[in-house]
């Protein structure tokens, strides 16, 4: 299943036995970020993930997307050991959707509009993105790596495709 649209995601894997009893295990676990590989043009190199936060635990629990065996088959997801959260911030925020979100093709679109924009020196290479609420924000966050060892982060707002953040961050420690 290619993600269009990350309801349609969501509601596949709600609809899973693995989900279904997971969930009943797990009852004040909630939806925070759907991550998945990128390469240099936007398209996806994987399944998504998709995460929720158990705050009982502070932990992550993520599932994978697998691939059906045959055409038109039903999207499987697997459940990956629970994990500890990588938290820029000091609460992770509750991911939720609205009806006028932008999909994930039109989020690419925009995102190849204002990365040379924002970085009109650097060339993207492979990298990842998140849909994800921050600041209290739902946005598309993508962060590709560039043949300068330059890390691009440009965030968009999952309901518009208005820029909200765009910066670098250089791996390449130089030495005075």
């Given at each position: 299943?290619?993600?269009?649209v990350p ?15 997971w ?19 936007g ?85 990842f ?15 590709v ?11 968009l ?5 208005i ?14």
């Amino acid at each position: 299943m290619a993600v269009g649209v990350p309801q349609a995601l969501l509601q596949a894997l709600q609809e899973s036995a693995v989900y279904t009893l997971w969930k009943k295990k797990h009852p004040t676990a909630f939806l925070s970020h759907l991550f998945c590989s990128i390469a240099a043009d936007g398209s996806p190199k994987s399944g998504w993930d998709i995460g929720f936060y158990l705050p009982e635990t502070e932990k992550m629990a993520v599932f994978s997307q697998g691939y059906p065996e045959v055409a038109g088959e039903d999207v499987s997801f697997i459940l990956k050991p629970e994990d500890d959260v990588f938290k820029e911030t000091a609460a992770v925020e509750e991911l939720s959707f609205s009806a006028s979100m932008l999909s994930f093709p039109n989020a690419v679109k925009r995102w190849a509009e204002e990365l040379p924009k924002a970085f009109p020196r650097e060339q993207a290479g492979n990298g990842f993105v998140i849909l994800q609420k921050f600041q209290g924000k739902t946005v598309w966050n993508f962060t590709v790596l560039s043949p300068s060892f330059t890390l691009l982060n440009v965030k968009l707002n999952a309901s518009d495709g208005i820029l909200v953040n765009a910066a670098p961050v250089n791996l390449v420690v130089q030495t005075p």
